[in-house]
Nanobody
Framework: QAQLVESGGGLVQAGGSLRLSCAAS????????MAWHRQAPGKQRELVAS???????THTYSVKGRFTISRDNAKNTVYLQMNSLKPEDTGVYYC???????????WGQGTQVTVSS
């Protein structure tokens, strides 16, 4: 079982930056993928970025070049550096941990990101 706690959300003007953090604790496999998802009002939850324990990353097209995902395996912590924020980035950002092979997912409570125009 794992527990995830997000932090770093807030209110920022368009063009500004935020850095989100997610710390995982508990017992889970080292072969895993950590990811950030977000959900805007009236929209489906979408994958923003992911990173496995080897450092391989993915970023959805809409954030490519603006957001960067990273992780510290020793601390079981994943980060999302968000630059050049746009109002369309507004939403609740959720941290996710998916353990390889057993395909078990864990979710954080979420942190609100609001970008004003």
């Amino acid at each position: 079982q794992a527990q995830l706690v997000e932090s770093g959300g807030g209110l920022v003007q368009a063009g500004g930056s935020l850095r989100l953090s997610c710390a995982a604790s508990g017992s889970f496999g080292s072969e895993n993928v950590m990811a950030w998802h977000r959900q805007a009002p009236g929209k489906q939850r979408e994958l923003v970025a992911s990173i496995n324990n080897y450092g391989m990353t993915t970023h959805t097209y809409s954030v490519k070049g603006r957001f960067t995902i990273s992780r510290d395996n020793a601390k079981n912590t994943v980060y999302l550096q968000m630059n050049s924020l746009k109002p369309e980035d507004t939403g609740v950002y959720y941290c996710n941990l998916n353990v390889t092979f057993i395909n078990t997912s864990y979710w954080g409570q979420g942190t609100q990101v609001t970008v004003s125009s």
